[in-house]
Structure formats: structure tokens, C-alpha cells
């Protein structure tokens, strides 16, 4: 998996691309996570007669993980490219090893272990993914020398689509500074937003690390930018959703859905051969066909041999860009909790959707608070009380819906992030933090728990690391949780993706991997183990599956969460594993709709299809009650009026349908 961000170091007078004319230039390129400055990438340009040679040495250190490689790109004066090697660590769970040499319209490629040649077009670029931010200047110089061509082949595998996007006048001391905008499709799922200097250095980069991580590169000089160009970042990608004809149209005011079976998630029960009435984006009536008008001028839509659910939430998000938005509507999905993201970003993001500026599913805003430390993440941090008192007061301030506690949270002011957030009426979720048990955090305040890991952790371990749910320290921990009325969202999915076998057929885990977006194969068949480590901790992971039927017998509050995985298509999987571990159908599906609008006191108005609730509805081929993973089928998605189908909403993100 790839990725890597660069910020080029101005002196105080302006670097050229060949400084003051000599052969060589430098810069430095300051690199971040969720807005905060976790390190740099150091690039050197040296120039002879025959090729001009960037060479890129990238560190950050990540929640405390280093995440280094050193890069070489070498192309000619006219910058055809000639060489591009990159070797190191490419995200905390991944590493690179390409290199790639260019002569007589062949390349020869070695990616790891394998090792080809093929024949290249003339317009085509050696490009690791999200980095080194020194290639994406490098890139675009090339496409500008090519007369700005639709798409550029990449190697070792895909394209690059780059366009311009416009131009950003800001303030930058004290004077205007005018910088062109540009879009890259294709180096990673999604865009990639480039700025420009008029001599066409890179001043910032804001994409997606390779695991799906906000990343964004400043040149150093102009690192007091950064968050004004992250909220710009949210609106112009959701702008790019808006501007399709099929996607931008006016809600229907009136739709009736006929001849489906309506799927009643409060009682587990079918209504069959039903009508769904929906004005204005509220469900105005439900009935037996015949029983219930059409009425007239209605748009109508026939479900006859299909089911109708709820809109799917997903109470384990992180919309780290606008992309998740149409792959969470095309996979059913109508609400997520996003749970951490950086302040700006997530804020233009929901008001570009519920302005009806953007594609995507309603987002309730958890807003992160870590500690400060080597392993922090964001830049939202309390290591007192009185600083937790202004965070969780900021949050309240800006509509989120609840407070996420991060690792490196000290245990004494978790206490104070809890009982300032139940004094503002904001419920608790997230990590426990270092130094502390799930019996502590819940003591401490916290409401919810994220990550079954947590549970996993205060019960009885056998040798292999599978748990006894027999001994009386799992039973007591499972009675702990159920007493503090703590809702898990046990995100076992990321956990099977993370320790699974990569040698084995990912299509395993998810049957359209092959449709994803070129960029996102690349990333998730890396993720995994290798056959000897997958293996010695199966118990463990499924000891993680054990443990969400545990709760669920016990009457603990079990809510679906993904923590990213496959996009939109991850929700599916977590609910699929919920049946394999125990659950019914129905139950996993009551964990995906009316559990979290309770748990997030929204069940008036959603979960469920009755009267008088908001029509986030799904219309699906199959029926998912006898086997699950019918959920996937969806062929007609209802979200504020608005009538979705899949296959548009992927293309429009890159998934091939």
C-alpha cells in the first residue's frame, strides 16, 4: 500500500525549480495526519545534461509507528521519465518496493517479488500512490507538457486524471496570494487536490493516506494555510458529486413504492404486496396494495419480488473524503457516526450534504478529543481539565452528537471529558485509552465502547489466545457491560481484514472487491498477514466473533460499526459476521437500523418504516432475513426524496459498476 506526503521548505526568499539557477534545489514538504504535523519529506533536485533527478526522503511517525521510505525519480530535461524507485514503509501496516526503469517505449517492473516487462504508451508515468508529494509536481509538469491530455497511463498499473480546477485568492502575510487548483484522479481512491505556486511548485497537497487517513502536505512556508484549504478541500469535492445531471436534480415529492415486501425491523415481521407512501421525504402511509391510494402524479416505483428496509446506519465511520459519500448511499447505507475527523473537513462536508450541496448519508458528528503524547492523533487534545472542558464546549458549539475519547487521553481527565459532555447532553464513545480497562472508562463515564478489542481484553485468555467463556472473569466482564447499559460497536470486520491470510482470495471476505476503483485494489489486497502470523491468531480473532453473540444473549447493545474496510460494502460484511457468530438475520439487520437510532435517540424519525418517519429506505433484490448476505442486493436507494440507483453512484466514485 502507498502513500506519502511531501513539503517543500521555501527560504525566505523564493526557491525556483532550480534554485538561483545552479543544478541543484532542495525543499521540504511538512507532512499531517488529521491536521497535526507528524513529519517531513526532504527532496533533493539534481540536473545534468542528460536527466534531472529528484530524489525524496519521506518520514512520519504515525500514533507512535515510524512510516519512512526514500524515493528516486529521474527523468529526462524534457521530462519523459527515464527511472522511479521507492523502497520503505508506505503506511503503518504496509511497505513499497517498486522500481521501475523506461527505455525504447518498454518498461521493466518489479513490484516486490514480481518482476515483468511490457510495451507503454507514449503518454506514461511511474507513480507510487499518495506519495512522494514531489512526484505529483513532477506529474503534473509532465501532463502541462503534453499539452494537458484526459488521462496519463501510470505504472505499474492504472491512470491518472488530471484537470483544472480553478484558482484560490487567500490571504498570506497580509497580502493576497493568488494559486491555481488542480484535481488528480487515480494516485489514490478519489481526488487529490493540488495547489500551485504561478511557477508551478507545489504549495499543498490534501488527499487520503494509503489507510484512508485525511494526509495533507504544505510547503513549509505556507504551513498557516492549511486549514482554510481543508475546509475548501470538503466543499470543492462535493461540488464535483453535484455537477452530475443524474445526481443533481430536485427531490420527488411524491414517491410511492408498490408491490414489495415491507420489512418491519421493531417486530421482525414481513408486510407483504405493501404500498409505501413518501411526501416530502416522510413515509405518509403503509398499507396492503389495494388498501392504499396512489396518489396521483406520484412517482412510482414497482418492488414486486423485492423487499424494503430501512436505510442501513453505519455507527463506525471515518468520512475522510467526499468519495465515501455516493459509495455509502449505493451500498444502502442512509447514516453513519462518524467517529474522529478533523474539525473542518467533517463540518463543510455534512453542510454541503444537508444543504443539498452534496451526494451522502446523513452524518452524526463524533467529535475526537486524544491526549497529548508520541502516540496522539489530531490536534484537538486535553491534558486538563480545563482543556477538556474547551474541546468537548467546541463541539457542542458546532452540532456534533457526541464526544470520542482517543488513546492517549489521560485516565483522570477522562472523568472530566465525560462529565463535561453529559453536562451539555453528549453521549461518550471511544478507545479506551492507554493505561486504563474498559471497567475504567465505563466507571470514568463513558457510554459506548469502540472496537471489540476492548471487551476482548478484561476476559479470561487461553494460551493460544482464545478466550474461556466459561471462567468466571468472562462471565463477570460480559455482566459488567450488560449492568453499565455500555453500547459496543464491535467493528469485527476490520479486525478479519487485518488478520487475514493475504495469500488467501479476498473476494472471500468481499464478493465485488473486483469492482472497486483500481487505487483501493491496490491498497486492501496488502492488508493482512502473512500465512504463519494469520494463522497463530485465528483463535483470537475468533474468539472477537464469539464475543459479539456473547453480548448479544446477554442483552448487551450491540451496534454495526465498520471502521472504513471495503467502502459502503463493509457495512454488509459486519452484518454477515454477526450471522456467522450467532445472530439471526434479523437481529444483525436491527443492529444496522432501529439499535443505533436508539442509541442515538433518533428513533422517531428513523430506523424503521412507519408512519411519520423520514424515508431513508432501501429496496432490495433477495431477502436478506434467510440469507444475509442478500443485503448487498440493493437496487433502489430513498434518502431525503432524492431516488438513488447503485450503479451510477459508483461510477461516479470509480467503481466499475
Not at 459 to 482: C, H, Q, Y
Request: glycine share 8%; net charge neutral.
Amino acid at each position: 500500500m502507498k502513500k506519502t506526503l511531501l513539503f517543500i521548505s521555501l527560504s525566505s526568499f523564493c526557491l525556483g525549480a532550480y534554485a538561483l539557477g545552479g543544478s541543484v534545489d532542495s525543499g521540504v514538504f511538512l507532512l499531517h495526519k488529521f491536521q497535526q504535523h507528524i513529519g517531513k519529506e526532504t527532496y533533493h533536485v539534481s540536473k545534468s545534461k542528460d536527466a534531472v533527478t529528484y530524489t525524496s526522503d519521506f518520514k512520519f511517525t504515525d500514533r507512535g509507528s515510524p512510516v519512512p521510505f526514500k524515493a528516486e525519480l529521474k527523468v529526462t530535461p524534457a521530462l519523459e521519465p527515464l527511472e522511479f524507485n521507492i523502497k520503505g514503509q508506505f503506511s503503518r501496516f504496509s511497505t513499497i518496493n517498486d522500481k521501475i526503469n523506461i527505455a525504447n517505449g518498454e518498461a521493466h517492473i518489479q513490484v516486490d517479488d514480481s518482476v515483468h516487462d511490457q510495451k507503454i504508451k507514449p503518454l506514461t508515468f511511474p507513480v507510487a500512490g499518495y506519495a512522494p508529494i514531489i512526484g505529483q509536481q513532477v506529474l503534473i509538469q509532465y501532463w502541462k507538457k503534453h499539452h494537458e491530455p484526459a488521462s496519463i497511463d501510470i505504472l505499474p498499473v492504472g491512470s491518472v486524471q488530471i484537470r483544472r480546477d480553478g484558482s484560490d485568492t487567500l490571504t498570506f502575510a497580509g497580502k493576497p496570494l493568488m494559486l491555481e487548483r488542480y484535481t488528480i484522479g487515480g494516485l489514490i481512491w478519489g481526488n487529490v487536490f493540488v495547489w500551485t505556486d504561478k511557477q508551478g511548485q507545489v504549495i499543498a497537497v490534501i488527499e487520503n493516506d494509503a489507510e484512508f487517513d485525511k494526509f495533507e502536505a504544505m510547503r513549509e512556508a505556507y504551513e498557516d494555510l492549511l486549514p482554510t484549504l481543508i475546509g475548501k478541500t470538503a466543499t470543492y469535492s462535493m461540488r464535483l458529486f453535484t455537477k452530475s445531471a443524474s445526481l443533481g436534480s430536485k427531490a420527488d415529492k411524491l414517491i410511492v413504492i408498490t408491490g414489495g415486501t415491507v420489512y418491519d425491523v421493531v417486530n421482525e415481521k414481513p408486510i407483504p404486496d405493501a404500498v409505501v407512501v413518501i411526501e416530502d421525504g416522510v413515509i405518509k402511509k403503509i398499507g396492503k396494495t389495494g388498501w392504499v391510494q396512489v396518489p396521483a402524479g406520484a412517482k412510482v416505483i414497482d418492488a414486486k419480488g423485492k423487499m424494503i428496509f430501512p436505510g442501513l446506519w453505519d455507527m463506525h465511520a471515518h468520512f475522510e473524503q467526499a468519495e465515501w459519500g455516493p459509495a455509502y448511499l449505493a451500498a444502502g447505507v442512509t447514516t453513519v457516526r462518524d467517529c474522529g475527523n478533523e474539525f473542518d473537513f467533517i463540518n463543510a462536508i455534512k453542510t454541503s450534504i444537508d444543504g443539498g450541496k452534496g451526494v451522502g448519508p446523513l452524518i452524526l458528528k463524533a467529535g475526537i478529543i486524544d491526549g497529548k503524547g508520541p502516540m496522539a492523533l489530531g490536534i484537538i487534545q486535553a491534558d486538563t481539565k480545563e482543556e477538556a472542558i474547551a474541546a468537548v464546549d467546541r463541539y457542542k458549539n458546532n452540532d456534533f452528537a457526541q464526544i470520542k475519547i482517543y488513546s492517549s487521553v489521560k485516565p483522570a481527565i477522562v472523568k472530566a471529558i465525560c462529565d463535561e459532555a453529559h453536562k451539555q447532553g453528549l453521549t461518550v464513545t471511544g478507545h479506551i485509552p492507554n493505561g486504563m480497562t474498559l471497567r475504567a472508562g465505563v466507571d470514568s463515564g463513558m457510554d459506548m465502547v469502540n472496537h471489540v478489542q476492548y471487551v476482548y481484553s478484561i476476559m479470561k485468555r487461553n494460551k493460544d489466545r482464545s478466550v474461556n467463556f466459561e471462567d468466571s472473569v468472562s462471565k463477570a466482564a460480559i455482566e459488567f457491560i450488560k449492568q453499565h447499559h455500555t453500547v459496543i460497536d464491535p467493528t469485527v470486520g476490520v479486525f478479519e481484514l487485518s488478520f487475514r491470510n493475504v495469500k488467501d482470495d479476498i473476494t472471500q471476505i468481499e464478493p465485488a472487491f473486483n469492482t472497486l476503483p483500481v487505487p483501493l485494489k491496490a491498497l486492501l489486497k496488502n492488508f493482512g498477514m502473512e500465512p504463519a502470523q494469520s494463522k497463530q491468531l485465528e483463535p483470537l480473532y475468533q474468539s472477537m466473533v464469539t464475543i459479539v453473540k456473547k453480548l448479544h444473549e446477554a442483552g448487551v447493545t450491540v451496534v454495526a460499526g465498520t471502521d472504513q474496510g471495503f467502502p459502503g460494502f463493509s457495512v454488509a460484511r459486519e452484518l454477515e459476521l454477526y450471522v456467522q457468530a450467532g445472530l439471526t438475520p434479523a437481529d444483525a439487520i436491527q443492529t444496522a437500523t432501529i439499535t443505533p437510532a436508539r442509541v442515538m435517540k433518533l428513533d422517531k424519525n428513523s430506523g424503521s418504516i412507519e408512519e411519520g418517519k423520514q424515508a431513508d429506505l432501501i429496496i432490495v433484490d433477495g431477502d436478506p432475513i434467510k440469507n444475509i448476505r442478500d443485503i448487498r442486493n440493493v437496487t433502489t436507494v430513498i434518502k431525503a426524496g432524492h431516488i438513488y440507483e447503485p450503479g451510477p453512484l459508483h461510477k461516479l466514485v470509480g467503481f466499475s459498476k
